[in-house]
Each structure stands twice: as structure tokens, then as C-alpha cells.
């Protein structure tokens, strides 16, 4: 490729998917987007199908399994709120952040996953406080620049509420616009989570999802404005994606009281105090990892294993398919899991001892009326990837992608190499 843009915006809408493009077309912004862009509209997530280990893939062009996000949150069955992936120290390979800033590219990088103390220059943190005595401003702005998110806050910080929706994007959105005018960066990666939170709470086909994509619509066109005002949009490349797509879920699934009742783990004063083996949750999937004084042991593997296959086969749980190690690391997910555990339809894992099985309506702390973690099959669940203006052909692409295309297809683009990734570039798009 001959020519590369001076200038890249990856926008990345959270939880919308290939379902969602005939309504999208219908709005004024994505429609004029689309009409004259590449598209691939067949793009499977990754296993699990869930926002970190996904981001993470488009950032480095790497399945989970090699890229080490395998999961959005740690292994800390002893925690009741595990902490987030959210520092870039648990990304085992390079970057496009990092390659971009060998070619002297300045970067981005508002509310996307995995980019605290990355070094990004302008960057806010995707982070959950899941400490008591943590505040979410100053954990922020100890993850990433301290005066350029102060300086946001300071300007921004009436549009936030917490994390709720959609106040967060809102404050994002007034972020990466005064980005783009005063800091003018080369590449810059943006993550908005609107829809990803209404659907989670209302559902895949809720009214309050619909608005979120017509909110979307419109900071769309905002974010291009900007981009117009401030550059050459003949040497810009825009670049717009999802990670996942949602299912409408009604009943809970709770491995771990499984495993309570079978000596497993135990729990005193609400707290797990001792393991053998835990299950945790990745929504739509399960991990069941081995502690590792068992990891060894042959019966304790095959009393798990029979335990598993005894649970999958219950009409009253929701296991629809057990993956062993080998099988779950070949789907990408993690290698050092005993086994993952699939979802039926209309099922999503928690990590509750206490009761096995729940309704999503009597569900308090975790109730999601939709989610993800999936494994990435069919259509109905794929999302899309698209691309417009310096370096890219209008073309729509009918095969199926994955995510880490998308991360080696990125750094072709801007003449990068992510060294060993997994992907493979998806040259019909590009000049």
C-alpha cells in the first residue's frame, strides 16, 4: 500500500452489531457514512465475547489467549468485586499505541479498554472502582495524564453522573470533540458504551436501546464535523466498529453454588474463603479453573469433570456446552482455564454460591436483561466493521472476519507492524 492517512478515528460502538445496520442506514449521519464506505458486515467477536478481551484484539491483532486479556476483570475468587484489566501492563504484546508512537504519530485513547498507564498522551481511562475508599476521578487520573484529565474534568466534569448512561458518553463525547480541536492527535481510539449499558438493561430491542443508536447518530456526526473543522479529510481515515453483539436473557446460572454443595469452595460470613475449584463468569460464558495444588490431580480432575457433565445435563441449569482446555484455548480463549462452559439461549453465568439457579426479574446486584460472552457463531450475533475516506476502497466484504483482522488490518493501513499477530489483513478494503 502506497498511500497511508495522516490522520485515523476508531470509533467503536459498544454491544452494536450487524443486526443493527438496516436501522443505522435510516439515520442522517451512519447512513451518508455508509453509503460510500468499506464494510464488513460479517465480523465474529471473540471467546469470550466480552469488552475487554475484544478491545484488546483490535488494539494488538491477537485472540485473547495470546494477547493475555482473557477476561474483563481478574482471577480473585476471595473478592467479591474482582478488579478490571484496565492497565496495559496485563497486554502480553505489542500495540497499535506503541507502533504508532515508534512512526511519531501522536494518540488517543478515551474510555478504551485496557489504556491505563499506556503512555498515551491523551487518555482517559477506562476504569471500575471496585474498592470502598476508591474515587473514581482520582483513580483516573492516576491511570493516565494527570493535567490533560483534569483539564477535562475541569471543563467537562458537569456532564458525568458515575458511570450511568448516557451522561458517560456525553462527557466522552465533549472530550474527544475539544480533543480533536486543541490536540489534534494522529490516531485516536474512541469507546462509547450507551448502547452496550440500555441493552444490558433493558434489553437487545428495548425503545431505550433505539435511542441510544439515534444518540450515536448524532455524536457521529459531532465527531466528523470536528474532524472536518480541524484537517484534511482527504488524508483522514475514519473507522467504525463494534466488539459484540447482546442476547435477551431471562435465567441466571450459578456454578459456584454447584460447587459449594460438592466441597469445592466454602464461604463463611458471605465471604469464599477456600478453593479447589471456581467458576467465573464471563456472562454469556464460564470459566471453571482448577486451584493449583489440584491442577495435577487426576482425581480431582475427573470428580470435576463428571460434576460438569452431571450439571451440563440438567433441563433445569444453563449449561449448553462444556469446552474442555484444549478446545476453549483453540477458540482463544484461556489456556490455563480447566473449562469453559456455554450458555443456553436465554442464559447468562454469575459467580453466586448461594443459589444455583435465579430469574433475571429476581436477580438484585447483576441483573442484565441482555448480555454478551457468547460464543461468537451466527449471524444474528456478529457485529461489523467499517472504514471511509485516505487509504480505503468502498467496498462491502461478505466473508466473515474476526477482530484481530481488524487490529493488523489497522496497522497496514498506517504502515505498521504488530509483529506476530494472529490476524490476517483484510486487503480487499484498502487502496
Excluded at 458515575?162 to 475539544?178: K, N, S, V, W
Excluded at 484537517?231 to 435465567?251: N, P, S, W
Excluded at 430469574?359 to 457468547?374: F, L
Aim: include cysteine; charged fraction near 30%.
Amino acid at each position: 500500500m502506497n498511500e497511508h492517512p495522516k490522520r485515523v478515528m476508531i470509533i467503536s460502538f459498544d454491544a452494536v452489531g450487524r443486526e443493527d445496520l438496516p436501522f443505522l442506514r435510516t439515520l442522517p449521519h451512519f447512513g451518508a457514512f455508509f453509503e460510500d464506505a468499506a464494510l464488513c458486515p460479517h465480523v465474529d467477536s471473540v471467546y469470550p465475547s466480552i469488552t475487554y478481551p475484544a478491545h484488546t484484539s483490535i488494539l494488538t491483532g491477537r485472540m485473547p489467549k495470546n494477547h493475555g486479556v482473557v477476561n474483563n476483570t481478574r482471577l480473585q475468587p476471595k473478592r467479591e468485586r474482582p478488579d478490571w484489566l484496565f492497565q496495559r501492563k496485563y497486554i502480553r504484546s505489542t500495540t497499535l499505541w506503541e507502533e504508532a508512537r515508534k512512526k511519531g504519530l501522536r494518540t488517543a485513547a478515551l474510555l478504551w479498554p485496557a489504556a491505563g498507564r499506556s503512555g498515551v498522551p491523551y487518555a482517559v481511562p477506562e476504569i471500575m472502582v471496585t474498592r470502598r475508599w476508591q474515587n473514581q476521578i482520582v483513580t483516573n487520573a492516576l491511570n493516565g495524564p494527570i493535567r490533560y484529565q483534569l483539564e477535562l474534568n475541569r471543563r467537562f466534569g458537569y456532564l458525568r453522573d458515575g458511570i450511568r448512561q448516557p451522561a458517560l458518553d456525553d462527557f466522552i463525547q465533549a472530550c474527544a470533540l475539544y480533543t480533536i480541536r486543541k490536540y489534534g492527535p494522529d490516531l485516536f481510539f474512541l469507546h462509547l458504551t450507551d448502547v452496550d449499558t440500555n441493552r444490558h438493561l433493558y434489553g437487545v430491542h428495548h425503545e431505550k436501546a433505539t435511542a441510544a443508536l439515534r444518540r450515536h447518530d448524532a455524536r457521529l456526526g459531532e465527531l466528523l464535523e470536528a474532524l472536518s473543522e480541524t484537517g484534511d479529510m482527504k488524508e483522514t481515515a475514519v473507522i467504525l466498529l463494534g466488539d459484540h453483539y447482546q442476547k435477551d436473557a431471562e435465567r441466571i446460572a450459578c456454578v459456584n453454588a454447584v460447587f459449594r454443595k460438592a466441597g469445592l469452595l466454602t464461604a463463611e460470613n458471605g465471604r469464599l474463603k477456600r478453593w479447589k475449584a471456581v467458576a467465573k463468569n464471563c456472562d454469556g460464558s464460564c470459566y471453571v479453573y482448577l486451584h493449583r495444588k489440584y491442577r495435577k490431580d487426576e482425581k480431582m480432575q475427573e470428580f470435576l469433570r463428571e460434576l460438569l457433565r452431571e450439571l451440563a445435563e440438567r433441563e433445569d441449569f444453563g449449561i449448553a456446552h462444556i469446552f474442555p482446555s484444549e478446545e476453549a484455548a483453540a477458540l482463544g480463549a484461556d489456556p490455563a482455564c480447566f473449562a469453559m462452559l456455554e450458555a443456553k439461549e436465554g442464559w447468562y453465568f454469575l459467580d453466586d454460591w448461594e443459589t444455583e439457579t435465579e430469574n433475571v426479574e429476581e436477580e438484585r446486584r447483576h441483573k442484565m436483561r441482555a448480555t454478551h460472552g457468547y460464543l461468537p457463531e451466527g449471524e444474528a450475533y456478529q457485529t461489523f466493521f467499517a472504514a471511509k475516506g485516505c487509504g480505503i476502497r468502498p467496498v462491502t466484504v461478505e466473508r466473515t472476519v474476526k477482530l484481530w483482522d481488524e487490529g493488523v488490518t489497522l496497522a497496514a493501513l498506517l504502515g505498521l507492524d504488530l509483529g506476530n499477530a494472529d490476524g490476517t489483513v483484510i486487503d480487499e478494503i484498502l487502496a
